[in-house]
């Protein structure tokens, strides 16, 4: 079971596809006391893997200690950040702090479009900067690259570009149109595209030995299995089923691309939310509709339900228009 934790709205750079309209420190944030409770309630609900994200957790004057806390709690603590402000002497303080990993975001081999994406020069440089400060302090790292269409057709190499920087994993998060990436919607893949991208990392995986995922693509386990890749992970979307992201301010959602407040952890603690939550609950059924109810897969994929709720005015149990056996 995974949770993310935006821990700050604050952030250094200014990224087109931001669902958090990230940039400016928001007013009440969580303090340390409330983010110790939190971490407290995220492990009494059996979570194990603690995502630090932001805007740009490096950011958070108090991320070390809480670090520390989420490890003495029994979370295994990793961070997703831009790379940008990962010195070696962070690098070090973080996992002495009891830190297991680094999401590093790079969109492309390309400096000029990553940083275009990402809205400062010399991002992309920076981002290598900290992937090197990981892997010299023994710090394991992944990249992590959204996927547009204008990106889609360096995701190959972009693989490669991994596995000889020395990350332990490839992970591609398919853009959904929310947010500040409500404004570059056209960036979203076709559903045409968005098959075969999904195919082509299928296949991709079967010459690498990095962990290659796609995240926000559900039916990246059908493909899979249709092509006979094996794959550790057993379920596409876990929105609701393993997965929980709590904003700056402490306001739960199933999914960051799906903006249903479940609760507040100021006023309920975060095992009882995700225990009790009706909208949980209600994912929990599987009772999705259009084709994705009727569908084979729908143990396994669950198809996006982020997306799902873009495309049908915010049904989140509707079909997703993303796939090509719903197109049928």
């Not at 003495?72 to 997703?80: R, T, Y």
């Not at 596995?163 to 500040?180: D, M, N, Q, S, W």
């Not at 876990?238 to 100021?266: F, N, W």
């Amino acid at each position: 079971m995974i949770v993310s934790w935006n821990t700050t709205n604050a952030c250094n750079l200014k990224c087109a596809h931001c669902y958090r309209d990230a940039g400016v420190k928001a007013e009440e944030e969580l303090n340390t006391a409330e983010a110790k409770a939190l971490l407290e309630g995220i492990a009494r609900a059996g979570f194990k893997i603690m995502i630090f994200s932001g805007g740009e957790p490096l950011l958070r004057p108090d991320i070390t200690e809480l670090v520390a806390y989420a490890t003495e709690l029994g979370l295994i603590a990793v961070f997703g950040t831009n790379g940008t402000l990962i010195t070696r002497e962070k690098v070090l303080e973080l996992k002495a702090a009891g830190a297991k990993g680094m999401g590093i975001s790079l969109d492309s081999l390309d400096p000029e479009k990553h940083d275009r994406l990402r809205g400062e020069a010399g991002a992309w440089q920076q981002a290598v900067e900290g992937m090197k400060n990981c892997r010299e302090a023994g710090l394991p790292f992944q990249i992590h690259t959204t996927v547009m269409g204008w990106n889609e057709c360096e995701l190959e190499a972009m693989t490669d570009f991994a596995v000889e920087i020395g990350a332990k994993a490839h992970h591609f998060f398919f853009l959904v149109p929310t947010g500040r990436g409500a404004d570059i919607g056209d960036s979203v893949l076709t559903p045409e595209q968005h098959e075969a991208v999904l195919a082509r990392i299928m296949r991709k995986q079967q010459t690498v030995d990095i962990e290659l995922k796609p995240t926000c693509a559900p039916q990246f386990i059908r493909i899979a299995a249709e092509l006979g890749v094996r794959t550790r992970f057993r379920r596409g979307c876990l929105a609701g089923m393993a997965y929980a992201i709590i904003s700056p301010k402490g306001l739960v959602q199933p999914c960051a691309y799906l903006p249903l407040y479940l609760g507040d952890v100021h006023d309920t603690p975060f095992d009882e939310i995700w225990r009790d939550s009706e909208v949980l609950k209600k994912l929990r059924t599987l009772e999705y509709g259009g084709g994705c109810g009727q569908c084979k897969f729908k143990h396994v994929c669950g198809g996006c339900r982020a997306r799902a709720a873009v495309y049908a005015d915010g049904d989140y149990m509707a079909t997703d228009p993303w796939c090509r056996l719903n197109e049928k």
